[in-house]
């Protein structure tokens, strides 16, 4: 690396320039990649924590499932007796708007995701704080998202419009949501009072609904018979975060996102080592003119690239850590490893095709030139 280390030595300054530009790439690749994990969280952590493989949704509902989709006591049942599935129950999902009418923060305007279950599922939660579900009553289990505005422990909640009223019986201490709103765990009867906005008693036909049956399904079962004679559909819950609202629509635009800016990067790096290569073309040629081989000189000129991406994404990425730390809890930001360090390898890679491109030029350099032949 004879070449490569003089040059790093004796233009510190083109190269401390470079640095900082794949540096300031890296401190956006970071932060992209924490609002990408942190929206994603927002989105569907709710969905995420759920101890199922799968949901099996009304077939007619193709697109925002856990709004459209309704399923009968029978599909459950059938289900629950088909080969392969372990366990099969009615889940309920929907959005209530809600007001503190007993509490600390009266008056106070609360978004729920509510999530409706058989008290004695394994759905439901194990709160850390007061008590778990019990069938009918309207209690709720609600989640550190909730709590974060204010909501206790024995506080009592309105919906609007049906005037059902919640009370607050337990408290998960995660930060779990669903649509960017916090998640709150009930029965199955107090979820379809709040689904159908009807106090007092339920339709017989109500009683006997839920909005998917949340499946734990072997590896390799065939479901395709029961999901015909059911007319549902088992979607795996990695496929069931789609349904979630905005999900898809923010992990395709944070994905093009990235996806430019690793493209920027390599076009970058690519064209400063475009012009540097044509730069120092006579030193190369005088190399080749005293026998150094084509490969020897590749080989320099990427192991100059690469200690450069490394040690500027280095320093990039402890400056975008330090960064996503302070957002934290101020934005729906989320700090995640693998993430963080597929960015850095996807810039440090992407920087050094980039730069392998240019550096072909080296391949062209006639020894000739050192010589004086182009005079």
């Not at 923060?105 to 709160?127: I, R, T």
């Not at 963080?340 to 050094?352: C, D, K, V």
């Amino acid at each position: 690396m004879f070449l490569a280390l003089r040059d790093l030595r004796f233009a510190r300054g083109r190269f401390a320039l470079m640095g900082a530009v794949v540096a300031l790439i890296a401190v956006l690749g970071v932060l992209l990649s924490g609002l990408a994990s942190g929206l994603a969280d927002a989105g569907i952590s709710g969905l995420r924590a759920l101890p199922v493989t799968h949901m099996a949704f009304d077939e007619k509902a193709t697109s925002e499932q856990f709004s459209r989709s309704a399923v009968e006591q029978e599909d459950w049942e059938a289900w629950s007796a088909a080969p392969g599935v372990e366990r099969a129950e009615p889940f309920g999902n929907t959005l209530v708007n809600a007001q503190v009418t007993q509490g600390e923060e009266k008056g106070e305007q609360v978004n729920l995701a509510v999530f409706g279950m058989a008290s004695d599922s394994p759905l439901a939660p194990s709160p850390d704080d007061g008590r778990g579900l019990e069938d009918g009553g309207g209690g709720i289990v609600i989640t550190q998202e909730i709590a974060d505005l204010g909501v206790r422990v024995g506080d009592e909640l309105t919906a609007d419009k049906s005037e059902v009223r919640l009370k607050v019986v337990g408290l998960v201490d995660d930060t779990v949501s669903y649509g960017h709103i916090g998640v709150a765990y009930a029965d199955l009867d107090t979820w379809r009072h709040l689904h159908y906005g009807l106090p007092g008693e339920l339709p017989e036909a109500a009683l006997r609904q839920a909005t998917a049956v949340a499946l734990t399904v072997e590896d390799g079962a065939d479901v395709t018979a029961v999901e015909k004679a059911t007319g549902t559909r088992a979607d795996d819950k990695e496929t069931t975060y789609g349904a979630s609202p905005g999900y898809t629509a923010e992990s395709s635009t944070m994905a093009l996102i990235k996806g430019f800016l690793y493209a920027i990067s390599a076009l970058v790096v690519g064209a400063f080592f475009t012009v540097w290569t044509v730069q120092r073309k006579p030193e190369i040629a005088l190399l080749k003119a005293l026998g150094a081989p084509t490969r020897y000189i590749l080989r320099d000129a990427l192991a100059q690239v690469v200690a450069v991406l490394v040690v500027a994404t280095a320093a990039g990425t402890a400056v975008g850590l330090a960064l996503g730390s302070a957002m934290i809890g101020k934005a729906p930001f989320s700090l995640s490893a693998p993430a963080i360090a597929t960015s850095a390898g996807l810039l440090i890679g992407l920087g050094t095709v980039g730069a392998a491109v240019a550096v072909r030029r080296i391949t062209a350099v006639d020894p000739l030139t050192a010589l004086g032949a182009t005079r």
